[in-house]
């Protein structure tokens, strides 16, 4: 890092925003076809009915919640990192914080599709919003899902906020070298931002502010899901570590989806010299620190049921691990728990393709973890002639994998139209005092 | 002929940008303003800047959040008074996580809010008496004098280090 200067930053950044060329659009367009396959599915399900996904009697909670936690906990590690690690002056957040935080907003609002698609008759969706109405139906706000919509749609809108605020000097930047209608466009959506000194007093304050809130909501936003199953009396689900234990989940899968695309980003966009080997070693470290969290909270799980007694909850958790969805169960423990170690050894955490690999076992296990709690539980819970089985419908992972389309979808266009590094955060990284011209 | 004009000296070293600040204040000339790519602690030493008032806009949000938060679900409760779980229908622990939640809610739109009212944006005249170096590399102190000090005034930045440039030729 100490061969950078405030120059050569602006130059590798911007370097990124230059028209791309046919590979980039032609892999824009095949994510988009992807995107086209996740809406026509949900198309279908609305003009055929609900009856076309996979849910049945027991197990009305699939693919689609499983989807909705999976992509609120990718959202999660965006705001720890910008908002948390800004905090604790953590000075290798700041090549990967805006990258964080794009993948956090637009994880939230693909996370918030899935209530959506959920419901089936997604026209209803307004009956979730305190507006009056003439029959005088009102939400009832003790429900944990009331909670999920007023914690969700705060998460979606502060972080957003944060995510706009937080690159207002960069797209001065671009502002300044751009030309033509992209120069118009830039001065509008910069705000005429000129980082003079009064504009700094009140922006570092503000964005100060700004961190100090996100953090207590990233904790509350995992445990409001969390209590989305852990208020329910459904055995697997009724236990007071659900919250911490979402919560470690979610910024485990975060980070692992951070290295997933901060990756291919550095290799693409030549950004070896800011994203530096010592940043990403520094990911999956964490990732040692969040893994050893859910693998404590995996054991303390069936420590519960056993100590307990009680015999629903042994039950539930002999289940797990040697019924029906028992590879799911064992994928999930290696992925989250076992492979993560490997990051111990130091070649592991500094090897790129070692550090790639394992992020994606991470975004694998951390996938079948919410696929876990979720089916095993309704699937085989109090009266054994109620218990069912389930597995997804091609429906299902239609809209699934339209979902992972129009995340990478979103996020290749955002790389080439908007700064993927934060110019000003890498800048005051380097050190201020110093000369900063080439 | 005007009688002042305004003068940006451009520097590249931030220290340099502060001792030309301090050097201004003892002098007649009158510090305008000063543009820098990054926050910087001491420039904003050597301006003796004030606290900024956006958190004040932010606690008010944030008191207003709750007390919507938690009076909007007991109003819905108590439009049907039905027992949910065993609970009283003004329930306090379900109703402060509403209320918590649009504590952040609008403590954000309170910082936003304060932010947009402080550094009164959006604010595209300031562009004119800018220079776009300053988003780059570029530390940009701006200070104005009357006309016959104006050489005065570009040979100081000069010797600073600085690069110079007469940003406005009329009255400021």
Known sequence: MSELTFEKIDQTVLETLKPPDRSYWLTVGILFLGVLTGAACWIYQILTGLGVAGMNNPVAWGTYLINFVFWVGIAHSGTLISAILHLLRAGWRNPIARAAETMTVFAVCIAGLFPFIHLGRVWMVFYMLPVPNQRNLWQNFQSPLMFDVVAISTYLTVSSLFWYTGMLPDLAIIRDRATGVRKKIFKIISLGWTGAHEQWRHYARGYLFFAALATPLVISVHSVVSWDFALGIVPGWHTTIFAPYFVAGAIHSGLAMVLTLMIPIRKLFHYEKIITVNVLENVAKTIIFTGLIVAFSYATEFFMAWYSRNPLEVAIFKYRPTGDYAVGFWIMVICNTMVPLLFFFKRFRTTILWLFVISIFVNIGMWYERYVIIISSVSHDFIPHAWGLYSPSIIEFGIMIGSFCLFFFLYLLFVKHLPSISMTEMKEAVGQGASHAD | ?172
């Open chain 2, 1 to 172: 002929m005007p009688t002042e004009y305004s003068v940006m000296g451009l520097f590249t070293d931030e220290n340099r940008a502060v001792s030309a600040i301090e050097a201004i204040k003892d002098s007649p000339w009158q510090l305008r303003r000063v543009n820098s790519p990054i926050p910087s602690h001491k420039i904003s030493d050597a301006l003796e800047l004030k606290k900024s008032k956006v958190g004040y806009f932010t606690l008010a949000g944030g008191i207003t959040g709750f007390f919507s938060g938690f009076l909007l679900a007991a109003f819905t409760a108590s439009q049907w008074h039905l027992i949910v779980s065993g609970k009283p229908v003004i329930a306090l622990v379900p109703f402060f996580i509403v209320g918590f939640e649009f504590t952040i809610l609008f403590a954000i739109f309170g910082n936003v809010m304060g932010l947009i009212h402080q550094m009164q944006l959006p604010e595209y005249k300031g562009l004119e008496q800018y220079d776009p170096r300053c988003s780059g590399h570029h530390f940009g102190v701006t200070a104005s004098c009357k006309a016959q000090d104006l050489e005065g005034l570009k040979l100081f930045f000069q010797n600073k280090g600085g690069e110079v440039k007469v940003i406005s030729n009329g009255p400021v």
